[in-house]
Nanobody, 117 residues
Framework: QVQLVESGGGLVQPGGSLRLSCAAS????????MGWYRQAPGKQRELVAT???????NYADSVKGRFTISRVNTKDTVYLQMNSLKPEDTAVYYC???????????WGQGTQVTVSS
């Protein structure tokens, strides 16, 4: 059974940092790409960042220069380092993995990130 499990969310003050982790139940090379999405209350889910098996990355304009997506293949884990957090970054963050063979999207259960003073 394919599973993506997120961790690392929480409450942080504006300007602070958090690192999210997404652990896959199998090899992350089965997914291409992997990424992070977020959904704020009353809004649609939106792309935050993606990373391919080749290591190519893509970011939403709103997070460029502040967030960094990375992967550690030996741990089958993808990370999202979030710096200079703003209140508008508050959302539930979801890990996504597109199964390379079928293009089916798998999702994690989500982790809450709240940026507030």
């Amino acid at each position: 059974q394919v599973q993506l499990v997120e961790s690392g969310g929480g409450l942080v003050q504006p300007g602070g940092s958090l690192r999210l982790s997404c652990a896959a139940s199998g090899s992350i090379f089965s997914f291409n790409p992997m990424g992070w999405y977020r959904q704020a209350p009353g809004k649609q889910r939106e792309l935050v960042a993606t990373i391919t098996n080749d290591g190519n990355t893509n970011y939403a304009d709103s997070v460029k220069g502040r967030f960094t997506i990375s992967r550690v293949n030996t741990k089958d884990t993808v990370y999202l380092q979030m710096n200079s957090l703003k209140p508008e970054d508050t959302a539930v963050y979801y890990c996504n993995g597109r199964w390379a063979l079928t293009k089916y999207d798998y999702w994690g259960q989500g982790t809450q990130v709240t940026v507030s003073s």
